[in-house]
């Protein structure tokens, strides 16, 4: 093909496309793919793989069961009887009674896993999340105020796309470092990232105080700020914002007319005793209705994290408090131009929101899969973070909740000089290194954003408990390797 | 909260997204869905409803389960022991075994649907889509060239993305009438629509001519068209073009330097005696290197259409021929934003492209029911086209293919003035009428584009069977009525 010219080269497509980042997926990650190509050809084979470790380690992704974790049992048979309504009279003893009943419900209502649903998600479907958002708010919540789309990143893209417009310089504040979902999206969409730093030293902490200096540094620039993006508990430092620093972004996001955006997918990733979610809607609304109806709120959350992980099932949601029914009307025509979100995560959704009561007969099955989950989370959170806080030239602060943890990492100066040398970033650099010898993908600091000379990566606590320590023994021979190599 | 000034309004968002439109799912389906709702309230409460229907039939939109289209056994089967996999163990007699070793397959295959697939899908499911191209055309198709997404839809969004800029006025060709799809993406995206029109009168085909008539004139305009779209067979207008057209229409796309979107969504739609898909791989690919090597061509494939009717599922494809590594670099770099496309629609589409071969458990029956479902979707095509064509004021072509028709109306002088007098176009008026009255929910042909002047509705022929003749008894009494108002 060589003599002839193509149509789509990189100087004639989106040069948008071409800027873009999503380092979550990038360089290090489609590497460590190549290497488990090359061990599984070599299993099949029967013959060695010729590499130093035996199985690639994903720690560049919050995918949980990709790591071993297991689904919920209550969750699965819902699906499955969605699937095959069916095995409800074939097979009943192979399902619990309220899973039944469950699946039931929804065919009543006229779910059906093959039809499109209304486009902003089933009725029942959003009715339940609302029933769940008012139980944990303590506050009404309608329905109508919701779209359920397809994973969280889905409803982010829609709610940057309504709001970032070509005629003037648009300014969406994210904080940095961020999770590379807002800063690709920004750039696909020609928005301008106005990033606010969160304080290392300080356990990844917000000073919303420096919001307000950002915000006129932006505001200086000709930029009109339009939405201030906090991702709580954080990803990918892990922080949880305290009450107080929630209540002065709200004042903050109203002072400045900003639209908040509250990322909570991790809001059942807490780890840290004493600790407890607390979403952005609630605590605007304990602030009294003067300061709630003047707050336009959007809220993420997803099937993907928290104790579910049920990531490959695509379900999200963003539910709207206070925004304008003309801007809803332009919402529903967005996510209907993609008719509506994939059903099935729309059924996981309505288990994560509605799960068995007590008394119910999966009740105490699915407590104990959760807890379970949520405590070995805790366990390997702090056992990762303890070690690798022990290692030379790391340092990593206290993981309060989410999936990760966001060292950082002490990096010779003449491995920074190599990694010039080679054209890439120092901390891509040690990654790719990192998954060479050890297997273990992790994300480079740079797709996240980090102050200028610091070096760090995200790697999610997920692989199973009895992997951790060789993880980390696995890592600290590396690094030692790593800096004798450029001392 | 009059007094507050909100921050998103209509004239602070994005203006794109104010300007585009979907009518599939606009006035007319919404005012379906608050008429479905009040039939159902009515029932709930035990009281008649007011209205002079009792159920509303969503005759807007190819959602053929919605209209009691049974999903195929094997199919269901195998997502169910996806979603469960001790259902093997548990109640093996409830599914038949080549459901069972298909799952076992995918499993062992690393594919959990709880997992976020590679982002382009998992590589065996790739591998099966690219064999089951390879058999269809005859000649080979690379996996890597392939990406899953949540329906085609996703993957039309990620092509226009690519190849849209905001420097350049970069132009897409497509049909009119149009899948609404490209016109809405084409407003978001801020890329110009150059339509070409489909002949009526010959049925509603393509006019090779016209293309080139239509590029001069675009691109005399400083337009610089970058793509063509041909959906075959067509949407709405169940047309399918000719070999001799497809040949023409490769030939235009390479001599005018533009990339061919081949939205085949409908391949197995064909209903005609004596004719057959031929996807426009195969027809570049029969007139030699020399063609085919020179025209880049995306091709658009789903599990929403055909006799599967998964809609829900969200499972589509799009499959890139003669693409350079770079571009594939960005758009693996698109999908990677997103994760990837949910697994289940993945599941789909693997069952969809691997089906149960001769001598397999499930042969049999999935033969029958795709052979049920087809033969009955040609009689219903047929009964409703004749039934529609013998009503005056009404002209319809033959319905060759896809799952639509779209008749031509005669609309009465005063009922277009009282149209205008409302602020609505003449069809959608009718429609919106349509539906109050008999509860027959269409979608005007001012949604997909018509000759000024010329007046139409999409229809889907997909109404069981049995409901076939009230549908038409409902449209007649309700168009005589319609005349004799207007007259």
């Known amino acids: 093909m060589s003599e002839y010219e193509h149509i789509a080269r990189t100087d004639t497509i989106n040069p948008r496309v071409l800027v873009a980042k999503y380092e979550v997926r990038g360089a290090v990650t489609l590497r460590a793919t190549e290497l488990e190509d090359q061990l599984m050809e070599a299993k099949k084979k029967g013959v060695p793989s010729g590499l130093p470790f035996d199985y690639v380690t994903y720690c560049n992704i919050g995918n949980p069961q990709k790591l071993k974790q297991k689904p919920l049992t209550f969750i699965r048979q819902v699906c499955a009887l969605m699937e095959c309504p069916e095995l409800m009279e074939k097979c009943p003893d192979a399902f619990a009674p309220d899973a039944i009943a469950r699946a039931k419900r929804l065919l009543d209502a ?7 649903s209304f486009s902003k998600g089933h009725a029942l479907i959003r009715k339940d999340i609302a029933e769940f958002i008012t139980a944990r708010d303590g506050f009404p919540c ?72 950002i915000w006129e540094e932006a ?38 007319r900003l639209v908040l955006f509250a990322d909570e997918v991790y809001q059942e990733n807490v780890y840290e005793d004493g600790t407890k979610f607390v979403s952005f809607r609630k605590v605007a609304h304990d602030m009294g209705d003067d ?19 049920e990531c490959g099932h695509r379900g999200g949601y963003v539910q709207l408090d206070n925004f304008l029914p003309e801007v809803h009307a332009m919402l529903y025509k967005m996510v209907s131009i993609g008719l509506c979100s994939n059903t099935v995560g729309q059924v996981v959704l309505d288990c994560m929101v509605n799960p068995p009561k007590p008394g119910e007969p999966s009740y105490e099955l699915y407590e104990k899969e959760k807890n379970d989950i949520i405590q070995s989370l805790k366990r390997r959170a702090v056992k990762l973070s303890q070690a690798i806080n022990s290692l030379e030239g790391f340092t990593c602060s206290k993981p309060s909740g989410s999936m990760y943890l966001f060292p950082s990492v002490v990096l010779p100066p003449k491995a920074i000089e190599a990694a010039k040398a080679a054209g890439v970033p120092p901390d891509t ?15 480079p600091g740079s797709g996240f954003g980090q102050r200028e000379g610091t070096f760090h990566f995200r790697i999610t606590f997920l692989p199973p408990e009895d992997q951790i320590d060789s993880v980390v023994e696995s890592i600290k021979k590396f690094h030692a390797n790593f800096v004798a190599k450029y001392k």
């Open 110 to 116: 006229g779910f059906l896993t093959g039809t499109y």
């Open 142 to 213: 309608d329905p109508d105020t919701i779209y359920c789309t397809d994973g969280a990143s889905m409803a982010v893209r829609h709610m940057l796309d309504l709001l970032i417009r070509q005629e003037e310089k648009i300014g969406i504040m994210t904080p940095s470092p961020q999770y590379p979902l807002y800063a690709s999206l920004l750039c696909l969409y020609n928005g301008c990232q106005v990033a606010y730093p969160l304080n290392e030293e300080a356990g990844w902490s917000l000073v919303p105080a420096e919001l307000d200096r």
């Open 219 to 256: 505001t200086a620039k000709g930029i009109n700020c339009r939405a201030l993006v906090i991702i709580n508990p954080n990803n990918p430092t892990g922080q949880i914002l305290s009450l107080e620093c929630m209540q002065e972004v709200i004042r903050f996001c109203i002072k400045r």
């Open 291 to 309: 300061v709630f109806k003047r707050l336009e709120l959007a809220s993420f959350h997803s099937v993907s994290k928290g104790f579910l992980g």
């Open 429 to 443: 650099f040690y990654s790719l290194q990192l998954v060479e010898q050890t297997g273990i993908c992790v994300v």
